[in-house]
């Protein structure tokens, strides 16, 4: 059974930043601008946020290949930008929430009859996202990247608790978004029925900055 990680963001998702430039533009102040490539710089301090995109679903599949696990159709992050040098370069976030609406997941593993709720703990995460458009998302020293899945089953409550070291996901300014493919988690804790691996797939757009879109110079 699965269980979505932060993002993550997922997450938490996280989760978290800007999306990448199809090419950086010269002319761009800092690696994370709104309303175009080369736009106005996003300052220190400012919120990011992003839903899942329209008409996809965030997954915990067991395999990489497989289609078993727990599909999400809510999810957002969100992120605190604590640097943005100018471009070419690496942007810095604090990931601060990555939420999922335990209400629209759905589990299709033998024995499970619904998700009771899905949390990301351990935050704040640290994110960067360069000017390639690469996005890494690190726990803070010494911790780990975790998500908690309680899952109703036959059998009644199971509780799945996955760890990842990071996250790598990839940034792109074609609709301002960020993708997390097949990211994987190793189960911690929880009972047969929890899956021995978890990999986290999610596309979060658009990132916007007070509803500006953000793109990465």
């Not at 010494?142 to 996250?167: D, E, F």
């Amino acid at each position: 059974m699965r269980t979505f990680l932060a993002l993550a963001g997922t997450v938490t998702a996280l989760t978290v930043a800007a999306a990448v430039p199809a090419s950086a533009s010269a002319d761009a102040s800092a690696v994370l601008t709104t309303g175009a490539v080369g736009g106005t710089a996003v300052a220190v301090g400012d919120t990011l946020t992003a839903p899942l995109a329209a008409g996809t679903s965030a997954t915990l599949y067991s395999s990489a290949t497989g289609t078993s696990g727990v599909t999400c159709k809510a999810s957002q992050f969100t992120a605190q930008v604590t640097g943005n040098p100018a471009a070419p370069g690496s942007a810095t976030e604090s990931v601060t929430g990555h939420t999922f609406d335990s209400s629209t997941c759905t589990s299709n593993v033998t024995g499970v009859l619904g998700v009771n709720g899905i949390t990301v703990d351990h935050l704040p995460y640290t994110a960067s996202v360069s000017s390639d458009g690469t996005l890494s998302v690190a726990p803070a020293s010494g911790s780990t990247i975790q998500t908690t899945v309680k899952l109703r089953t036959l059998l009644g409550s199971v509780t799945c608790v996955y760890q990842a070291p990071s996250l790598t996901g990839k940034a792109s300014n074609t609709d301002n978004s960020i993708t997390f493919t097949n990211q994987q988690f190793t189960k911690v804790s929880g009972s047969s029925l929890c899956f021995a691996s978890g990999y986290f797939t999610a596309k979060y757009a658009p990132v916007t900055d007070a509803g500006a879109p953000v793109f990465v110079n």
